[in-house]
Structure formats: structure tokens, C-alpha cells
């Protein structure tokens, strides 16, 4: 029998908040060492927590976003283990009183089918500091400016069954937490990181001996990960060995997980309540209130682009991934046709970001001025080709679409006189392939076209190019 992969994660969203979960301190990304501290922080004798209301309001959002339950009480408990970058000694985080109880999340499989991945709660917490050893020799430093950070983890229930689904999961809950503005979603920043729990077991036997692979930060390094451990535990398990239940770290190097600890249970942790924290209590009124400004959600989203524009499911898909993408599109779609639109910003737009290696949000080119591009090739001021190519100039060094036609002649020729001229010209000029083209080789079309195109630096209109040549190389 083949073994069956068992995957459960555990993300850890950062909260875009301006301040930490418990005190005034900065959230800024990237401040010089224990620059963004204070005595609630760093853990000094008498400091008490604050707790920061727009953390609860982004867990309600989350958990009204994956239709989950939202608890009215939910109490903060003390999460004792000691590392050198927990000032304290504990971690405020929440166990058996959560913010977000159960909920679900749909994802898209390659195959085309849907799957509902459970999430078993979302609690809020603050961040450790952060241990430095590149820049010291035989020591480590402790930045403690992460400390105090507010986050949502966010459970899954263990009902993925491959990596591709991980990553699916993995990817919808990212746009979501984007789509929400309640994590910016920066993977190389930390901002946004899960752990994966991964054990195997035969189909339809209990759940096996789960490892945890800590801290994956990229989308190739999860698949990665679970892909690794798959084998190492189908080679301990077939060898007649156990599955030791432990905490890993993915070396993304060497492609294979390691060893870091044995594996926690909650009671190690001597979870108890925060006295310096009153159980957190809020109304429906409250509840209404974030759900009130909730925006439009990607699931919502995608099917009304495939209603309002007749997109078909993959391009709605694509465009609605992207909260950034989705606003976009709806920009540039205001005018011009819409699947025009959709095939430009998935293919010329998206790639060309890709290639620079930007996000949407630092996109050179306005959605705009990619309107009036399209609206160019619709009233047949441009050609397709002539299209592209300005694009990439835009791209690469801006400018205004209609100045830069004008500038450089890119206008169109749309003279059928004219157009008729160079194709008497092609034609003369090759006798041969007018032949063959009249004793039935129909391809030879293309090329007489090409030779049109060339000879008008591509500014001969392409339909009438065709008709023309239609009509004078009939037999």
C-alpha cells in the first residue's frame, strides 16, 4: 500500500498595526537594534500590557473572512519557555479561549476541483525578539524590536493531503490576509511565515507521528520541506523505524530538513491566564462594525469578474489572486473590451513585473495608460504589434501613449491606396510564391502578410492587410 501524507499549518501573520500588541513601540520594519523598545517590551519589573484595539479588529476580520466563529470572550494566557530573545520568559499568546474559533477556507486544486481546508482557530499573540549571529563570532546578539509584534496564527485542521495543497492553501490565505489589509503579506520580511506539521500514515489507518518544519517563509520552500520530509519518513517507516516527534528547520541550501528539538505538547508550556490581562469581551455591535468594512472578498470577487465581464474562470481567477491585480484590471476593463483587457494584464503586464521583479503596488505603468493603449489598438490607431512594443517602452521609461504615437509616427496606416501599393509591390517582387500560393499552398498567405508588415515598419493596418491580399492573389 502507498503511504498517505498528512499535512496540517500553522501561519503566523503579522498584523499590520502601527504599534505593538501591548505598548506604543513602532512596528517598522528594519530600524537599527533594539531601537523600537520599552519597559512594557523589554519585560522591565512593573510594566504592565496594553492590549492594542486594532489587533482585535483585524483577528474579527480573518475570522469573518473564513466564516469562522468569532468568540465574544476570548482570554490571553502565558506561554512559558525560555529563549534568549523572549524577554519575559513567556509569550502572551491565547490557548483555550481564542478570538476565532472554528472556520474554513476553499481552495483550487490544479485539477480544477475545490476542497474545503478546515481552520481549527486564529488567536492573537506577540512576536519573540530575534537572535543575530552572522555579524559576531562565537556569540549572539538579541535584537529585541520584533518583540511585542502583533500576530494572527492561524491553525489549520490536518486535511491537506499533498503539498500542492499546501501551497494552494497557503497561497489563498495570503491574498486573503492582503485583501483584508491586515498583514502586508512579506514573506522575505517575516511578516507573513507558517510551520508545517507532516506525518504519513496508510490510507485510512490513524494519523501517524507528525514532525514540524519551523518558519518557511516562501511558498517553493513549503513544498519543498513537505516533499523532504514525505521521504525521510517513508524511509524510516519502511525501514521498521519510528517517527520521532520533533521540531525541524528547512535548509533551503541543501534542499532537506534537520533536527532542531523534541516537540512541545501544550503542557509544557504551562499555559495559564495573563493576570495583567482582563479576558477580552466585545459585543455584536462590535462584530458588526468590521464586518460593515470588510471589502469585497477574492471568492466574491471572481465570480462577479466572470458575470460582470465574462471572463472565463482561470483568467477571473488569476485577475482576483491579487487584490492590487483585481483594481487594476477593473481600471483598465472600464471602456475597452474586457477580455482584450484581461489578456493583457495577465500576460504583458503580469510578465513584464515578473521580469523586473516588482509587485503591482510599484508598477510603472498606470492602469490608466493602459486603457488608453488598448483604446488605440480598438480604434485602430495602432497596430497589435506596434501595441507591444510601445507598452515596453512605457514600461521601461514612461511616458504618455498619445504623445509618444505622435512622436514617432506610429500612427496606423490605414489608407487602403497606400496599403494596396506596398502589396503590389510584394507581389511583383515574388512571382514564385504568388504561384504556389494560386496552385493551392494557402499558408503562403503569412507570408505575404509578413512582407506587407515589413515593408510598412508594422504600421499597415493587419485586417486590411489581409482582405487586400486576398483580393489581388486570387487566381
Known amino acids: 500500500m502507498e503511504w498517505e501524507v498528512v499535512i496540517g499549518l500553522e501561519v503566523h501573520a503579522q498584523l499590520n498595526t502601527a504599534s505593538k500588541i501591548f505598548c506604543a513601540c513602532p512596528t517598522a520594519f528594519g530600524a537599527a537594534p533594539n531601537t523600537q523598545t520599552c519597559p512594557v517590551c523589554l519585560a522591565l519589573p512593573g510594566a504592565l500590557p496594553v492590549l492594542n484595539a486594532a489587533a482585535v479588529d483585524k483577528a474579527i476580520a480573518l475570522g469573518l473572512a473564513v466564516n469562522a466563529q468569532i468568540n465574544k470572550r476570548s482570554v490571553f494566557a502565558r506561554k512559558n519557555y525560555f529563549y534568549p530573545d523572549l524577554p519575559k520568559g513567556y509569550q502572551i499568546s491565547q490557548y ?19 476542497k474545503v481546508v478546515g481552520i481549527t482557530r486564529a488567536h492573537l499573540e506577540e512576536d519573540a525578539g530575534k537572535s543575530l549571529h552572522e555579524a559576531f563570532s562565537g556569540q549572539t546578539g538579541i535584537d529585541l524590536n520584533r518583540a511585542g509584534t502583533p500576530l494572527l496564527e492561524i491553525v489549520s485542521e490536518p486535511d491537506m493531503r499533498s503539498p500542492a495543497e499546501a501551497v494552494a492553501y497557503l497561497k489563498k490565505l495570503h491574498a486573503l ?8 503579506g512579506n514573506m522575505q520580511e517575516g511578516s507573513f511565515r507558517c510551520d508545517a506539521n507532516v506525518s504519513l500514515r ?8 507528525r514532525a514540524e518544519v519551523k518558519n518557511l517563509n516562501s511558498f517553493r520552500f513549503l513544498e519543498k520541506a513537505i516533499e523532504y520530509e514525505m521521504e525521510r519518513q517513508r524511509d524510516i517507516l519502511e525501514s521498521g523505524g519510528k517517527i520521532i516527534q520533533e521540531t525541524r ?47 469585497e472578498l477574492p471568492d466574491a470577487k471572481r465570480d462577479r469578474f466572470m458575470q460582470q465581464y465574462g471572463l472565463p474562470a482561470y483568467d477571473a481567477g488569476v485577475l482576483t489572486a491579487s487584490r492590487a491585480v483585481a483594481d487594476y484590471y477593473e481600471t483598465v476593463a472600464m471602456g475597452v473590451d474586457a477580455k482584450m483587457a484581461a489578456n493583457w494584464v495577465m500576460g ?12 503591482m503596488e510599484s508598477c510603472p505603468v498606470a492602469a490608466e495608460k493602459l486603457r488608453t493603449l488598448l483604446q488605440r489598438i480598438g480604434d485602430q490607431t495602432i497596430s497589435g504589434k506596434i501595441a507591444k512594443d510601445l507598452f515596453e517602452l512605457i514600461f521601461a521609461e514612461g511616458g504618455e501613449v498619445d504623445a509618444i504615437i505622435a512622436s514617432r509616427g506610429l500612427r496606423q496606416i490605414t489608407d487602403s491606396g497606400a496599403i494596396a501599393g506596398l502589396i503590389d509591390e510584394i507581389i511583383g517582387a515574388n512571382p514564385q510564391q504568388v504561384a504556389d500560393y494560386r496552385g493551392g499552398k494557402d499558408k503562403l498567405l503569412a507570408f505575404f502578410v509578413g512582407q506587407v508588415m515589413k515593408a510598412s515598419k508594422g504600421k499597415a493596418n493587419p485586417d486590411q492587410v489581409n482582405a487586400l491580399l486576398r483580393e489581388k492573389l486570387k487566381a
Open 348 to 359: 504583458d503586464l503580469l510578465g513584464a513585473l515578473n521580469k523586473a521583479g516588482l509587485e
Open 202 to 209: 496508510r490510507p485510512g489507518a490513524p494519523f501517524g507521528t
Open 249 to 295: 528547520l528547512f535548509d533551503a541550501n541543501k534542499g532537506e530538513t534537520r533536527s532542531m528539538r523534541s516537540k512541545e505538547e501544550a503542557n509544557d508550556y504551562r499555559y495559564f491566564p495573563d493576570p495583567d490581562l482582563l479576558p477580552l469581551i466585545f459585543d455584536e455591535a462590535r462584530i458588526g462594525a468590521v464586518r460593515a468594512a470588510l471589502p
Open 96 to 114: 483555550e479561549l481564542p478570538i476565532v474559533g472554528k472556520g474554513q477556507l476553499t481552495i483550487a486544486l490544479a485539477d480544477g476541483r475545490e
Open 177 to 184: 490576509v492582503r485583501y483584508l489589509d491586515v498583514c502586508d
